[in-house]
């Protein structure tokens, strides 16, 4: 379909840098803004905005969820000392 629009000046020098980013033609960049704008406004084809389902951790003050690595770790030191303990306490009953 033929017809003429009249852009304004600020909208013609965003489809101009269009043009110019994409290499397009005038033709190509307009439909392209159009059909974009449409489908944001209508909605059709609009991706589902994205949300967070953010749930309570119930953590104790001062515990930093980022550092839970560190305390993985401290919590197998003690394991590990206590076992030392424990062997060593085997051999020496022995």
Same mark, same amino acid.
Not at 51 to 79: F, N, Y
């Given at each position: *379909?033929?017809?003429?629009?009249?852009?304004?000046?600020? !909208?013609?020098? /965003? /489809?101009?840098?269009? *043009? &110019?980013?994409?290499? $397009?033609?005038?033709?190509?960049? $307009?439909?392209?803004?159009?059909? &974009? =704008? /449409? &489908?944001?406004? #209508?909605?059709? =084809?609009?991706?589902?905005?994205? !949300?967070?389902?953010?749930?309570? *951790?119930?953590?104790?003050? =001062?515990?930093?969820?980022?550092?839970?690595?560190?305390?993985?770790?401290? /919590?197998?030191?003690? &394991?590990?000392?206590?076992? !030392?303990?424990?062997? #060593?306490?085997?051999?020496?009953?022995?």
């Amino acid at each position: *379909m033929r017809t003429t629009v009249t852009l304004e000046a600020d !909208t013609e020098r /965003l /489809l101009r840098s269009a *043009m &110019r980013e994409h290499n $397009l033609s005038f033709k190509a960049a $307009l439909n392209d803004a159009v059909r &974009r =704008g /449409l &489908r944001i406004s #209508v909605g059709a =084809g609009a991706e589902p905005r994205f !949300t967070i389902m953010a749930k309570p *951790m119930h953590l104790r003050a =001062g515990v930093d969820p980022t550092r839970a690595h560190d305390l993985d770790t401290a /919590l197998e030191v003690e &394991r590990f000392k206590a076992l !030392t303990v424990r062997l #060593v306490r085997e051999q020496t009953t022995r």
